[in-house]
């Protein structure tokens, strides 16, 4: 009864209900069935009263499933085991819709399978149901049943085999196919442990030799001039920072991004297209800082759960200390979040500062309950200032404007307007865009302080994903359209700025108001501000000339279609091989030192 409840929930819930059933669902149902019958028999050796053992078990998953349900019909996207490791609390993965502004309304079926479940439960009370069987035989049962239940999650191969119907189903949904196959909860949890473990499709075959073939085909270009001085660089990843002028039917009564307008016009900007949509941070983070496709791995909306202890992880961290850079990340948020300390560690920065780590006294900021922009920015001066003797690389990732949206009295301000939206979707808008004028406000001031510096430097900002936002989503997705199908619903603003745009040979850099993939966003960048590129931002440079879009779904291609293809097969197996593959690409060459030449 619990696995027909948790299907009956996430397939009534999403408004498209679909009895196609292959036969391959129906196998994937009954192990599923399978597994929480087992389950439930060990939980009996805690429990021996069945109703109590009923309500351990329904009780846990049929919250899981609704937080499911709201990631599929809000995100777009399927519970993951990711999902239940990030998070201490189920808030954090959905609330019901009400006072934090943010959540999914109570469904008609929830209410159904509830009193479903409910009702079973309390018959067994009733009825004072016991196990047949003595507590010596019941404990030799579920012995046994442990076994058959931990076996195959200990032996790959054989969760391979056993669980191959969960491994495609969700496979296909995390990947954003069409008319994918339906999931419970429970296939969801299992799928998600195993789908993204084999290489992505290819007409190239994944080994050493294609990885060497692809990156001999170019050379490190360009080299740093003894008598330049190498700029302090600053990139910040906004926290859901996107142009709300974008959403057709919003009016917004100020400019809430005259900063961000300031740094295009007097530097150089566009936009980006991420892998993610209302939440995924470290997804595009992982993008930007490596120059990888999410694609390519699987869509995973947690890329550094790929990272184990002592392992090495290439980013542009180790561009830029091989320039002699001093390496920073910034986020004043939790270490564990998205496994970061360990892969920010994996990746080499010579320092991490999380939310107990920062060296200023942070400013209370009463709209937010997370640390707001002015005082990161604050965080990033400090950091500038106290060393004056090499180079500062600074990567920051704000959580200001994160969920929930909530006007906080009678002086925010009314910012946008619609006639096409409730009274409750347009204050969780307002609440985003009071949030929004804040940021610009402390990004003016950050802009202001660069200006007034004599030691050059560089900033790049840019949005990670849209918001969450009911009626921002409603106005700009078609009836039927999920978000991943609209390459408009994944993409936000960057801009770049410097003090010292004059010494440089270009004044816009190659990619001004174009939209490209947010993996070729450094490589863009550091062209920009005429630092040497190594082998395989050459060949990110060169993959952008004919594909400068790879989404989870879409692309856009240039020029010739067979071109787009063979360089899209090249970036794909590279993206792979760096985060979940053997990483040959990041490796010296033969006979050359981690310093002199890498294919980074």
Same mark, same amino acid.
């Given at each position: ?21 292959? !036969? ?30 009923? /309500? ?111 491994? /495609? ?10 008319? /994918? ?58 926290? /859901? ?124 900021? !009463? ?234």
């Amino acid at each position: 009864m619990l696995n027909i409840a948790l299907y009956c929930n996430v397939i009534f819930s999403s408004g498209q209900v679909d009895w196609s059933f292959s !036969p391959r669902v129906l196998v994937q149902f009954a192990l599923a069935t399978g597994l929480l019958t087992i389950l439930y028999a060990l939980v009996t050796t805690l429990f021996p009263k069945p109703w109590i053992t009923a /309500s351990a078990v329904g009780g846990v998953f049929y919250v899981v499933s609704l937080a499911d349900c709201f990631k599929k019909n809000s995100l777009g996207v399927r519970i993951s085991m990711d999902d239940l490791k990030m998070v201490f609390n189920i808030a954090d993965l959905w609330s019901p819709r009400g006072g934090q502004g943010a959540g999914m309304a109570i469904q008609p079926v929830f209410w159904l399978t509830f009193a479903a479940l409910t009702g079973y439960v309390a018959l067994l009370w009733k009825e004072k149901v016991h196990l047949p069987i003595g507590e010596g035989t019941r404990r030799a049962v579920c012995a046994a049943m442990a076994t058959v239940f931990c076996l195959p999650f200990l032996v790959p191969q054989l969760a391979y085999a056993v669980f191959q119907p969960q491994i /495609s189903g969700y496979g296909e949904a995390a990947t954003h196919q069409e008319n /994918s196959s339906p999931l419970g909860v429970v296939d969801c949890l299992i799928g998600s442990l195993y789908y993204d473990t084999t290489p992505p499709q290819s007409d190239l075959d994944y080994n050493y030799n294609t990885v060497k073939a692809i990156l001999d085909g170019y050379e490190p270009t360009g080299s740093v001039p003894a008598s330049r001085e190498l700029p302090d660089v600053i990139v910040v990843m906004s926290e /859901s920072y996107f142009d709300l002028n974008r959403v057709p039917g919003l009016t917004l009564n100020e400019d809430i991004y005259k900063n961000l307008k300031r740094m295009q016009q007097k530097g150089t900007g566009g936009s980006i297209v991420v892998p993610a949509y209302g939440g995924g941070t470290s997804a595009t983070e992982f993008e930007v800082l490596s120059g990888t496709s999410n694609r390519a791995q699987n869509n995973t909306k947690a890329p550094y759960n790929y990272v184990g202890d002592g392992k090495n992880l290439w980013t542009f961290q180790d561009y830029f200390s091989s320039l002699g850079y001093h390496t920073n990340f910034v986020h004043p948020y939790k270490s564990y979040f998205y496994n970061r300390e360990k892969a920010f560690t994996a990746m080499g920065f010579d320092r991490l500062m999380f939310e107990g780590d920062l060296t200023i006294t942070p400013e209370p900021y !009463p709209r937010d309950i997370h640390m707001s922009d002015y005082n990161l920015f604050r965080q990033v001066r400090e950091l500038l200032e106290e060393n004056t003797t090499t180079p500062e690389f600074i990567y920051t990732t704000s959580v200001q404007n994160h969920s929930p949206y909530v006007m906080l009295s009678d002086s925010d301000r009314k910012i946008v307007t619609s006639d096409q939206l409730s009274d409750e979707e347009l204050e969780n808008i307002n609440a985003y865009a009071n949030g929004i004028a804040d940021t610009d406000k402390a990004l003016g001031e950050l802009l202001d302080y660069i200006d007034q510096r004599e030691k050059p430097t560089a900033l790049l900002f840019f949005g990670d994903h849209q918001p969450l936002l009911d009626g921002c989503k409603r106005l700009a997705t078609k009836e039927g359209e999920d978000v991943y199908s609209n390459l408009d619903n994944l993409t936000t603003e960057f801009a770049m700025y410097t003090n010292f745009a004059d010494t440089l040979p270009s004044q816009k850099c190659d990619a001004d108001g174009e939209r490209i993939s947010a993996f070729y966003l450094m490589t863009v960048f550091t062209r920009y501000l005429d630092l040497p590129q190594t082998a395989y931002m050459n060949f990110l440079t060169d993959c952008r000339e004919s594909l400068p879009v790879l989404s989870a779904r879409l692309e856009v291609t240039k020029g010739d279609a067979a071109t787009a293809q063979e360089m899209r097969d090249k970036l794909v197996i590279l993206s792979y091989d760096r985060l979940m593959g053997r990483r040959y690409s990041s490796t010296e060459r033969d006979g050359e030192d981690r310093a002199s030449r890498l294919y980074f």
